[in-house]
């Protein structure tokens, strides 16, 4: 028989040989679970491998009856409310009447109706599909060029994942045993840098080459109040939530419950009041969605454990560990190869799921070079302890887990926004997404660089 770590390494190629041929990532995770840990077993084994079966009922009731998961599918309810009100439609008209004085202000309001809808849906892909088909058109009409309108959605869709609340960051907290808050403490100033950055990236574009975005043209004065007073709410709302996570005034299963119930009744006030809003079959479609997708969550969290239980048995986490520790190559180089690894991933992976099944690996390791369990931040070799680069590590994680789904060949963000825009090719908004590449590698450069301002908020809010 093959020794463990073999198998491990084989039970590794085969899952992501499964999911790039698209089989759900949920029954991958378990398919070369189960069959790995078979692999192991012995001479005898059904004897060894029937009680390892039994014990799956009680692991997927740990996953499911976990209190940190709970606000799981709370934050999902509160995103799918969101878009059944319309609110991404407010949040991006009353921004456009902002920022429609200067030249490519659509689109930079676009960009920051994505960051501020992609806080209260946390999905990228849902942010990338919701915002395309509320802006694009628009973009479009106004004159923008093709590459500019799409590149900039394809792109404002990455910020759901990293500005709080975060499903994703609160997956990852729970795989490193961190703080869900102080991780979306630590999420507020990388994901504002992110916004700013776009906008920067739009400003910048239309500069050198004006054609890009049509000459400003300012709403009728009666339009531009009604959008502004539309959006007031939308951003008290939002806000709220982001800024009461983000500065720890409450913790994140309350505010994800209080965010369903304050958005909810503010999308039936809405529709009372003006005829578009959160209506009954509203409010049922995306409890539904809600199902559908908190059940494929909960379905890849079970498989993640199944799937770590059967790399633990391997060892092949600890000989990741060990080959790192005897290569000599520097900590930051092994951080920064780790990263460009999640990128590639990133381009044929969900996040959540490469999350699931990378961090476990690369974790450990990281611990293993920062000086070990009990390392103090004068000794470390990062210069942090275990808990600030759990907090470091998961930002810069989570920030190039997003690059991928705007690099090239593959870009799953591209993808929608590329559906939604059918008389846009491809590689034209492959193109549009370029700069925003290039903001992102430079915002993630500045982060390895000064790892102190990931940790500026959870310092000043801890003391």
């Given at each position: 028989?093959?020794?463990?770590?073999?198998?491990?390494?084989?039970?590794?190629?085969?899952?992501?040989?499964?999911?790039?041929?698209?089989?759900?990532?949920?029954?991958?995770?378990?398919?070369?679970?189960?069959?790995?840990?078979?692999?192991?077993?012995?001479?005898?084994?059904?004897?060894?491998?029937?009680?390892?079966?039994?014990?799956?009922?009680?692991?997927?009731?740990?996953?499911?009856?976990?209190?940190?998961?709970?606000?799981?599918?709370?934050?999902?309810?509160?995103?799918?409310?969101?878009?059944?009100a319309r609110?991404?439609?407010?949040?991006?008209?009353?921004?456009?009447?902002?920022?429609?004085?200067?030249?490519?202000?659509?689109?930079?309001a676009?960009?920051?109706a994505?960051?501020?809808?992609?806080?209260?849906?946390?999905?990228?892909?849902?942010?990338?599909?919701?915002?395309?088909?509320?802006?694009?058109?628009?973009?479009?009409?106004?004159?923008?060029?093709?590459?500019?309108?799409?590149?900039?959605?394809?792109?404002?869709?990455?910020?759901?994942?990293?500005?709080?609340?975060?499903?994703?960051?609160?997956?990852?907290?729970?795989?490193?045993?961190?703080?869900?808050?102080?991780?979306f403490?630590?999420?507020?100033?990388?994901?504002?840098?992110?916004?700013?950055?776009?906008?920067?990236?739009?400003?910048?574009?239309?500069?050198i080459?004006?054609?890009?975005?049509?000459?400003?043209?300012?709403?009728?004065?009666?339009?531009?109040?009604?959008?502004?007073?539309?959006?007031?709410?939308?951003?008290?709302?939002?806000?709220?939530?982001?800024?009461?996570?983000?500065?720890?005034?409450?913790?994140?299963?309350?505010?994800?419950?209080?965010?369903?119930?304050?958005?909810a009744?503010?999308?039936?006030?809405?529709?009372?009041?003006?005829?578009?809003?959160?209506?009954?079959?509203?409010?049922?479609?995306a409890l539904?969605?809600?199902?559908?997708?908190?059940?494929?969550i909960?379905?890849?969290?079970?498989?993640?454990?199944v799937?770590?239980?059967?790399?633990?048995?391997?060892?092949?986490?600890?000989?990741?560990?060990?080959?790192?520790?005897?290569?000599?190559?520097?900590?930051?180089?092994?951080?920064?190869?780790?990263?460009?690894?999640?990128?590639?991933?990133?381009?044929?992976?969900?996040?959540?799921?490469?999350?699931?099944?990378?961090?476990?690996?690369?974790?450990?390791?990281?611990?293993?070079?920062?000086?070990?369990?009990?390392?103090?931040?004068?000794?470390?070799?990062?210069?942090?302890?275990?808990?600030?680069?759990?907090?470091?590590?998961?930002?810069l994680?989570?920030?190039?887990?997003?690059?991928?789904?705007?690099?090239?060949?593959?870009?799953?963000?591209?993808?929608?926004?590329?559906?939604?825009?059918?008389?846009?090719?491809?590689?034209?908004?492959?193109?549009?997404?370029?700069?925003?590449?290039?903001?992102?590698?430079?915002?993630?450069?500045?982060?390895?660089?000064?790892?102190?301002?990931?940790?500026?908020?959870?310092?000043?809010?801890?003391?």
């Open positions: 028989m093959p020794d463990p770590i073999t198998i491990g390494v084989l039970g590794l190629a085969i899952l992501f040989g499964l999911l790039i041929l698209r089989m759900p990532v949920g029954i991958a995770m378990i398919l070369v679970g189960i069959g790995g840990t078979y692999a192991l077993s012995e001479a005898v084994r059904f004897v060894r491998f029937v009680p390892y079966i039994k014990q799956f009922k009680t692991l997927l009731w740990e996953n499911v009856a976990n209190y940190d998961l709970s606000v799981v599918p709370l934050f999902v309810l509160m995103g799918y409310i969101a878009a059944e609110l991404s439609s407010d949040l991006f008209k009353g921004l456009e009447a902002l920022l429609s004085r200067l030249r490519g202000g659509v689109a930079m676009a960009v920051a994505c960051g501020g809808f992609g806080a209260v849906c946390g999905s990228s892909l849902a942010t990338a599909a919701t915002m395309g088909k509320v802006a694009l058109p628009e973009l479009r009409a106004l004159g923008y060029a093709p590459r500019l309108a799409a590149g900039a959605l394809a792109a404002g869709g990455t910020l759901g994942i990293l500005i709080p609340p975060s499903v994703a960051l609160v997956i990852y907290a729970i795989i490193v045993e961190g703080s869900i808050l102080k991780m403490q630590a999420a507020v100033l990388p994901g504002l840098m992110a916004v700013l950055g776009f906008i920067a990236v739009i400003a910048l574009q239309v500069r080459n004006p054609s890009l975005a049509p000459e400003p043209r300012p709403m009728e004065p009666e339009a531009r109040r009604v959008a502004i007073r539309r959006l007031l709410p939308v951003i008290g709302i939002f806000g709220a939530i982001i800024l009461g996570l983000g500065f720890g005034l409450f913790t994140p299963t309350p505010a994800a419950s209080i965010g369903v119930f304050v958005i009744v503010y999308g039936f006030i809405l529709k009372a009041r003006t005829g578009e809003g959160l209506g009954w079959d509203g409010l049922l479609r539904r969605a809600t199902a559908t997708t908190a059940g494929m909960y379905l890849i969290l079970f498989g993640a454990e799937l770590k239980g059967f790399f633990t048995r391997t060892g092949l986490p600890q000989a990741l560990s060990d080959w790192a520790l005897s290569s000599g190559l520097d900590p930051m180089l092994v951080l920064v190869i780790m990263l460009i690894a999640f990128v590639i991933l990133g381009c044929f992976m969900e996040s959540l799921a490469m999350i699931l099944v990378v961090v476990p690996f690369f974790w450990p390791t990281l611990i293993a070079l920062n000086g070990g369990d009990y390392v103090t931040a004068d000794t470390a070799a990062f210069g942090l302890d275990n808990e600030d680069l759990k907090i470091w590590f998961g930002i994680a989570l920030i190039v887990v997003e690059l991928g789904l705007i690099t090239p060949p593959v870009g799953l963000n591209v993808f929608i926004i590329s559906s939604l825009a059918s008389d846009t090719k491809m590689s034209t908004v492959f193109r549009g997404v370029m700069p925003f590449l290039g903001a992102e590698v430079v915002r993630v450069g500045v982060l390895l660089a000064l790892p102190g301002l990931t940790l500026i908020v959870p310092r000043l809010i801890g003391g």
